[in-house]
């Protein structure tokens, strides 16, 4: 039974650029949730993809997006990228009426 | 807005000594806690979960934690640390006032054991 899964598991970019990184929730799940860590912090909520929609959002600008298609996997768009965005983004998945969340690996982004 | 506090950045023990990590949220309604731990090098993992009902929760590894709601804390203990017990620990919270399920963490408590 596959985890959740993302990738890349790196990347570096430039400021100024795009980057997309993509995740597929664990067998059975269908409520998809993205979260950036820091160095040395936990993590911080994104927003939360539930049947296509975006059900949540936490305090992150516009330039972050995503999108979740119909096999539940997803995806996030982070436009005009700051030196800021550097950090682990992490990917959590879990079925809709339960709260539990597995996670995934993480795709560390570099920002240069 | 929610948020949740632990107290203790790092941590150091030696093995066979007891650990205690506290955790505290600040939400007045009904909440789910967590204990996520983050090994060197691998993934957050669920260490256990307090939904309802006894408020002393097992989880995996022989670790346990406390909700006292009038406290609101979850404190995360373990009898005797291992040198395996290394990794990094983050408290959260789901509160019943959001839309969705998002996990709000702490800043984590870095845990290191000497043997």
């Known amino acids: 039974d596959a985890g959740v899964t993302q990738s890349p598991t790196h990347l570096i970019k430039t400021r100024g650029q795009q980057v997309t990184l993509r995740c597929s929730p664990k067998?059975?799940?269908?409520?998809v949730s993205w979260y950036q860590q820091a160095l040395g912090q936990g993590p911080q909520f994104i927003f939360q993809?539930?049947?296509?929609?975006?059900?949540q959002r936490g305090n992150f600008p516009d330039r972050f997006s995503g999108h979740q298609f119909p096999n539940y996997s997803s995806e996030l768009n982070v436009n005009a990228l700051l030196l800021g965005d550097s950090a682990l983004y992490l990917c959590?998945?879990?079925?809709?009426?339960?709260?539990?969340?597995?996670f995934g690996p993480g795709t560390r982004l570099t920002v240069t | 807005a929610q948020s949740v506090s632990q107290h203790n950045h790092h941590v150091i023990l030696s093995e066979a000594a007891s650990l205690e990590l506290g955790c505290n949220y600040s939400?007045?309604?009904?909440?789910?806690l967590f204990w996520y731990v983050q090994y060197p090098g691998q993934h957050l993992q669920l260490l256990l979960k307090?939904?309802?009902?006894?408020?002393l929760v097992k989880g995996i590894k022989g670790f346990e934690a406390e909700f006292i709601k009038s406290k609101f804390s979850f404190n995360l203990r373990k009898p005797s640390v291992q040198w395996s017990d290394t990794a990094e620990y983050f408290c959260?919270?789901?509160?019943?006032?959001?839309?969705?399920?998002?996990?709000?963490f702490g800043k984590g408590t870095t845990l290191s054991v000497s043997s």
């Open positions: 993809y539930y049947e296509e929609e975006e059900r």
């Open positions: 307090y939904f309802s009902g006894d408020p």
């Open positions: 939400y007045g309604g009904t909440v789910n």
């Open positions: 067998s059975g799940h269908d409520t």
């Open positions: 959590a998945s879990n079925s809709g009426v339960a709260v539990e969340q597995y």
């Open positions: 959260a919270v789901i509160g019943d006032n959001q839309a969705g399920t998002a996990l709000i």
